[in-house]
């Protein structure tokens, strides 16, 4: 009879998935993500190594923490900051700068281009890429007349161009920059340099940043403002995943326990520069009655639990643990043209939890 019990039980487990299966689940999984971001494929890795623009990464050190979660939200105009580095690889003053990695429908809110080390410009959109100097072949976006002495970066606003590129690219003909004495002549030497071309460090380089919105927006939970005092009170520490640990969770009351992301892990680090993953957090845990004020329960969840506890009603069941305080996230990454981009992405982290 025991060789019957056993063979029983034997019949009775289930089978594990076949490699095929994990593999077409994981690729599965990884595409819903990829969506989460926006994207339809990873970007390539870089070819080689790139160091990003020190701006960008300054940037990025700026809006967020080290693992990406948003702590200044108001400085981004938009939720997509974009760089172009010029193009051109000359000594002259004209530079390049290819923007067809730009989405259709991200909308342009400001557009500067930073030039090193010239401390008098005037930059022009180019029309007649043959003949800039010709009536109509340039037309003035900005202009500065500022102190010989030193070096430093100057910053245009340079919107409108941009503009008139990503709706028609074979407009894109580059920009002319000059320099001019007070009265509008040429000055003859130049009495400064700038950095472009090949012999000048990355850094250094004529730079287009590009300030955009997606249209991209989450879900109309509260934006936590102050992620840096996270975690909340009753946040869980990990757990294992046995069968008494999750019967005991269940009975423990709604909180918030971690939930790492890791980019390695999924093989994304090869284009994702900063953060290296973050901790999303999920919510997990019961909503007894009564719901106590640390539990943070809507009015709803109130009644819905009290017809629960009293049987009021068939169906009706106790509310759930769930979000509600949500955090942005930021990426600074490479694209599939090796520009470096800094995309923030809403509803991401779970800043606390509450019964709903």
């Known amino acids: 009879m025991l060789g019957t019990v056993l063979l029983l039980l034997a019949l009775a487990k289930p089978a594990s998935p076949s490699p095929a299966s994990v593999a077409s689940r994981r690729a599965e999984a990884l595409k819903r993500l990829l969506e989460v971001f926006g994207m339809e494929d990873p970007p390539p890795p870089p070819a080689h190594f790139k160091q990003p623009p020190q701006y960008m990464v300054d940037l990025f050190n700026t809006v967020a923490n080290a693992d990406g979660v948003t702590k200044n939200p108001d400085i981004l105009e938009g939720n997509t900051v974009r760089s172009f580095l010029d193009k051109t690889h000359s000594e002259k003053m004209r530079f390049l700068f290819v923007l067809s990695s730009v989405a259709k429908n991200e909308k342009d809110t400001l557009v500067v281009t930073s030039l090193c080390c010239l401390p008098q410009v005037s930059v022009y959109q180019v029309l007649e890429k043959k003949e800039p100097d010709a009536p109509g072949g340039k037309k003035l976006l900005a202009a500065r007349l500022v102190s010989?002495?030193?070096?430093?970066?100057?910053?245009?606003?340079?919107?409108?161009?941009?503009?008139?590129?990503?709706?028609?690219?074979?407009?894109?003909?580059?920009?002319?920059?000059?320099?001019?004495?007070?009265?509008?002549?040429?000055?003859?030497?130049?009495?400064?340099?700038?950095?472009?071309g090949r012999d000048h460090h990355e850094s250094k380089k004529p730079m287009l940043v590009l300030f955009t919105d997606d249209g991209r927006r989450g879900a109309s939970l509260p934006i936590a403002s102050s992620p840096g005092e996270s975690p909340t009170p009753g946040t869980a520490p990990l757990s294992s995943g046995s069968r008494s640990t999750r019967s005991l969770d269940r009975l423990q009351p709604c909180q918030r326990h971690p939930l790492s992301v890791d980019f390695e892990e999924i093989g994304w680090s090869g284009w994702i520069i900063s953060p290296r993953g973050y901790n999303a957090y999920h919510c997990k845990g019961s909503c007894p009655f009564p719901l106590g004020e640390n539990m943070r329960p809507t009015n709803h969840a109130t009644v819905q639990s009290i017809i629960n506890a009293l049987k009021l009603s068939e169906g009706v069941s106790s509310p759930c643990c769930v979000p509600d305080k949500l955090y942005s996230i930021n990426l600074l990454y490479f694209d599939d043209d090796e520009n470096v981009v800094l995309k923030q992405y809403d509803d991401m982290v779970a800043g606390s939890c509450g019964c709903h």
């Open 148 to 196: 010989l002495q030193g070096s430093g970066w100057e910053v245009f606003a340079i919107t409108q161009a941009v503009r008139d590129w990503t709706e028609d690219e074979s407009s894109n003909q580059g920009l002319l920059v000059t320099v001019q004495g007070l009265g509008g002549s040429p000055l003859e030497p130049p009495p400064l340099q700038f950095a472009s």
